[in-house]
T-cell receptor, first 111, second 116 residues
Framework: GNSVTQMEGPVTLSEEAFLTINCTYT??????LFWYVQYPGEGLQLLLK?????DKGSNKGFEATYRKETTSFHLEKGSVQVSDSAVYFC??????????FGPGTRLSVLP | NAGVTQTPKFQVLKTGQSMTLQCAQD?????MYWYRQDPGMGLRLIYY???????DKGEVPNGYNVSRLNKREFSLRLESAAPSQTSVYFC???????????????FGDGTRLSIL
């Protein structure tokens, strides 16, 4: 079946450091790919998405590129802030099917 | 812009009690979902409703029932609560009949449920 794997956390960075959170998927075909963010005490919010190979999703300084060769969708940000501390979820979806979420990666950014 | 609204936000139950978690969305979405979130296990789908009038089991349906009351509302019921059902429950919705893959899900803020 389809699945999403994320790097295990927690990830702890200093403010202004470079962030990479790895995400790889296993699927037959080419799903749409998403990154969601969950701030403490809140639900998940869509951060960015990409719907076909080589697409780059971006939002709030975060970026991720859909790489079909490596079945990956790694999340990056050039300079993290304390306010980026949250749990990040990678997810995939095919037409007519439900979302498949990764286990989440907790990010802590220290001042 | 309420989006997806869940009630209550917190609840403590005793083993064996029953409870209904409420969810409503104001985005005219066709599909609605219930997830549970447990430490180290990410999100697990309990039940979903692809459209008004239909419901289907997800990954972990045992011990739960759902009702798609109308297009806006999708409730989750625990008939006889057990400690293993202590969790954070999220409702979500998405647009697009048939679930177009590029349509995201929109989540509520969750219900934190403890069963003693």
């Amino acid at each position: 079946g389809n699945s999403v794997t994320q790097m295990e956390g927690p990830v702890t960075l200093s403010e202004e450091a470079f962030l990479t959170i790895n995400c790889t998927y296993t699927a037959t075909g080419y799903p749409s790919l998403f990154w969601y963010v969950q701030y403490p005490g809140e639900g998940l919010q869509l951060l960015l998405k990409a719907t076909k190979a080589d697409d780059k999703g971006s939002n709030k300084g975060f970026e991720a590129t859909y790489r079909k060769e490596t079945t990956s969708f790694h999340l990056e940000k050039g300079s993290v802030q304390v306010s980026d501390s949250a749990v990040y979820f990678c997810a995939l979806r095919f037409d007519g099917q439900n979302f498949v979420f990764g286990p989440g990666t907790r990010l802590s950014v220290l001042p | 812009n309420a989006g997806v609204t869940q009630t209550p936000k917190f609840q403590v139950l005793k083993t064996g009690q029953s409870m209904t978690l409420q969810c409503a969305q104001d985005m005219n979405h066709n599909s609605m979902y219930w997830y549970r979130q447990d430490p180290g296990m990410g999100l697990r789908l309990i039940y979903y409703s692809a459209s008004e009038g239909t419901t289907d089991k997800g990954e972990v349906p045992n011990g739960y029932n759902v009702s798609r009351l109308n297009k806006r509302e999708f409730s989750l019921r625990l008939e006889s609560a057990a400690p293993s059902q202590t969790s954070v429950y999220f409702c979500a919705s998405s647009e697009g009949t048939g679930g177009r893959s590029n349509q995201p899900q929109h989540f509520g803020d969750g219900t934190r449920l403890s069963i003693l």
